[in-house]
């Protein structure tokens, strides 16, 4: 009990200080007065203390088939951290940040091409935006895409070398996908492979959709001008943490469909096998 209470708050803190860290590390010539960010903060260590101190699942899918949310939570982690030192070195320059600055500023210009997710990304913002602005944001969506694309990789290794998530233990589908439910009617692998095929074509398109749906909204609401640091971080790693995360999702789904298959292949043969053993000669 003693280990479940410390670890549930371990990732609690842990996760509060992913959601800090743009004011933490940003200088008072940047940060934002307001205490909303430290009340989301403790809002979700709170969550995800409740989520992890109990026994059964609620809401966090693959709770016990590390290292699926480390990744997550690292790529989100290391997305946010290199984005706020990227703007720090607006007004508080560092060798650290002009070195962040720099690559992103390389990747941003490579990846810009037409119908590109970066081309979408700097679309998206009002045609008032200034030249700085447009550079800001395609840096740091260069720099956010790279490492959303090496999270994918990097999960893609796991599950297709390292043969995540049995490497560890038997896999328990109940614990580690509370939202679905098995008994809900149909071929549960038919199922997993259908919502793996729709999560992974979800988040190759979201990089596009997720533009042009708020530019298509500027005309009813206020457009996104991404002025505000905290508002660009932010909404540049959601940009490209939700898309990877969906599509290691949807990689994870296949793999199950894929065990659950080959387990009950294996099923079969022994039971044909058995059956002909029985059979007199």
């Known amino acids: 009990m003693i280990a479940r209470i410390s670890g549930a708050a371990a990732r609690g803190i842990l996760v509060a200080l992913l959601i800090a860290t743009p004011a933490l590390m940003l200088p008072d010539a940047l940060n934002d007065p307001s205490q909303i960010t430290m009340l989301v903060a403790l809002i979700a260590c709170f969550l995800t203390f409740i989520e992890y101190n109990s026994n059964f699942p609620s809401i966090i899918e693959f709770r016990d088939a590390a290292p699926f949310n480390r990744l997550r939570y690292v790529c989100l982690l290391v997305t946010i951290i290199l984005l706020t030192l990227i703007l720090k070195q607006k007004v508080s320059p560092s060798v650290l940040g002009g070195a962040m600055t720099s690559i992103g500023t390389i990747l941003g210009n490579a990846m810009d091409f037409p119908f590109s997710p970066v081309r979408m990304i700097v679309l998206m913002l ?139 292949r294996r099923a079969y043969a022994d039971e044909a096998e058995k059956d002909h053993g029985l059979q007199p000669a």
Do not use: C
């Open 126 to 264: 009002p045609e008032s935006a200034s030249d700085a602005l447009v550079t800001s944001v395609r840096t740091s969506a260069g720099m956010a895409y790279l490492i959303s694309l090496i999270s994918m990789g990097a999960f893609l290794v796991l599950v297709r070398i390292m043969n995540w998530p049995v490497r560890q233990g038997a896999f328990n589908v109940w614990v580690n996908l509370p939202l679905f439910d098995p008994t809900a009617g149909g071929d549960v692998i038919y199922r997993l492979q259908r919502d793996a095929r729709i999560n992974i074509a979800l988040g190759f398109l979201l990089p596009f959709l997720i533009p042009a749906v708020v530019k298509a909204a500027a005309d009813l609401l206020d457009p996104i001008t991404l002025q505000n640091p905290h508002t660009q971080i932010w909404t540049v790693a959601a940009w490209a943490f939700l898309p990877a995360s969906i599509i290691m999702r949807g990689i994870a789904m296949g793999k199950i469909a894929e065990m659950i298959e080959e387990k009950r």
